[in-house]
């Protein structure tokens, strides 16, 4: 009787218990994160050009587009997977479909980075046919949703039509070449219509039965992948190093940027998102929508140490304050965002959470200040590899006592 249920389930999208005991992350899931592995790596490289090359604004902003239309691609097919996963042979293939836009939108990064710079008109072409091929398949799974999911048709409906509009909006903006800053403020009623569609099929709609703990995991494994792009950065820079053979410096460099990457990885999993999702789901929109600027930061660490690599071959127009900037900026982004994303979801700011805060200022000011005395980058790096580690510190030591005390309140 079981097995039958589980087929029949797996011919139609009737909805996922959102209270499934031992929801994980699926090998279809895992897959599909790969070809976002190729994306942000993409968006890594052109960022790190970008900025030894001194194209510093040209290269944040084409990179905050590059990391919205990433992260938001994932994010759409991760909720909906995680309310509606199948895994019946439709679903596998249209899951392909996706994989396949994620590479032709990468396919268009550099296009799209170049012309931030040097081009009069955005070049986002490629970028958004990607995301049509991308498109056509959501709009089609969530049409399949709807149809076998009567009950919940009109929030299947509201995510089609904002699809739809969204899409519409972007292909209008890629087909009409208008200079690039009018191009970008226009992007402004697309972006919404992204953010406001999916919020008002939640809330207004009837929702969708998402699994708390499946998304939080999904989102930690994203938080991995986003981490992944550190340890090439790393590597990057030490291959640069190397070149005399391995030396101190070569160790120390290697200690600093996988210490870097270890403790944000420490200081994000303290966190028990699941628990939280599961206890106040109004908030899983802060939450979710948050992570973005959490993932685009860790991937311009990545970048950051990309452009040291290229400070250590000499072939970079920053000097050493800017190349140590390129790490520390990205590296706050994260150590705050991370900060303001757990108040957020909580709905706490206690004294502790400030000092730590506080003290993490210590860091990532002082390796600014050494580049500007002229110290090595190589210590540079080192003392900055210390800022997550703050965090981790006091959540070893105290920490956890306040987020279990928090998750309590929550769960009352």
């Known amino acids: 009787?079981?097995?039958?249920?589980?087929?029949?389930?797996?011919?139609?999208?009737?909805?996922?218990?959102p209270h499934e005991a031992h929801r994980v992350a699926t090998p279809l899931e895992l897959l599909f994160d790969l070809t976002f592995v190729v994306a942000f790596g993409t968006a890594a490289n052109e960022l790190a050009h970008g900025l030894s090359q001194d194209h510093i604004g040209a290269g944040i902003v084409a990179f905050g587009f590059a990391t919205f239309g990433i992260s938001w691609a994932w994010i759409n097919f991760t909720w909906f997977a995680s309310a509606y996963d199948t895994d019946d042979w439709i679903y596998r293939l249209t899951t392909m479909l996706q994989m396949?836009?994620?590479l032709v939108f990468a396919l268009g990064l550099h296009a799209m980075f170049t012309s931030v710079h040097d081009g009069d008109t955005l070049d986002n072409d490629v970028m958004v046919w990607g995301y049509v091929v991308m498109r056509v398949a959501m709009v089609f799974q969530w049409w399949r949703a709807g149809r076998h999911d009567a009950s919940r048709g009109p929030a299947?409906?509201?995510?089609?039509?904002?699809?739809?509009?969204?899409?519409?909006?972007?292909c209008v903006l890629a087909l009409v070449d208008l200079p690039v800053g009018t191009t970008f403020a226009l992007m402004v009623i697309p972006f919404l219509i992204e953010i406001g569609g999916p919020a008002y099929a939640e809330t207004r709609r009837g929702g969708t039965p998402w699994h708390a703990h499946h998304v939080a995991e999904r989102y930690g494994l994203m938080v991995i992948i986003t981490l992944g792009e550190g340890m090439i950065g790393t590597m990057?820079?030490?291959?640069?190093?190397?070149e005399g053979g391995v030396t101190v410096d070569v160790a120390l460099l290697a200690f600093a940027g996988t210490a870097?990457?270890?403790?944000?990885?420490?200081?994000?999993?303290?966190?028990?998102h699941g628990e939280i999702l599961h206890a106040r789901r109004?908030?899983?929109?802060?939450?979710?929508?948050?992570?973005?600027?959490?993932?685009?930061?860790?991937?311009?660490?990545?970048a950051g140490l990309h452009v040291a690599a290229y400070y250590l071959e000499h072939h970079s127009k920053l000097g050493l304050t800017g190349s140590v900037l390129t790490v520390v900026v990205p590296v706050a982004i994260v150590i705050i965002g991370y900060y303001l994303l757990y108040s957020a979801i909580t709905h706490s700011a206690d004294a502790f959470h400030l000092l730590l805060l506080a003290l993490t200022i210590i860091p990532l000011v002082a390796p600014v200040l050494m580049a500007a005395a002229e110290v090595d980058l190589t210590w540079c790096l080192v003392v900055l590899s210390l800022a997550p580690w703050v965090t981790v510190a006091g959540y070893e030591a105290v920490g956890h006592r306040h987020v279990a005390a928090a998750v309590a309140r929550l769960s009352r």
């Not at 589980?6 to 909805?15: E, N, W």
């Not at 990057?236 to 190397?242: E, K």
């Open 100 to 102: 396949v836009g994620v």
């Open 236 to 242: 990057v820079s030490l291959t640069a190093l190397s």
């Open 282 to 302: 109004d908030r899983s929109f802060v939450w979710g929508y948050g992570h973005m600027v959490l993932f685009g930061g860790i991937v311009a660490i990545g």
């Open 260 to 272: 870097l990457t270890f403790g944000i990885w420490w200081m994000y999993f303290g966190v028990p």
């Open 1 to 17: 009787m079981a097995e039958s249920a589980v087929a029949h389930r797996k011919q139609r999208m009737s909805g996922r218990d």
């Open 156 to 170: 299947c409906r509201t995510y089609i039509v904002s699809i739809l509009v969204a899409q519409v909006c972007w």
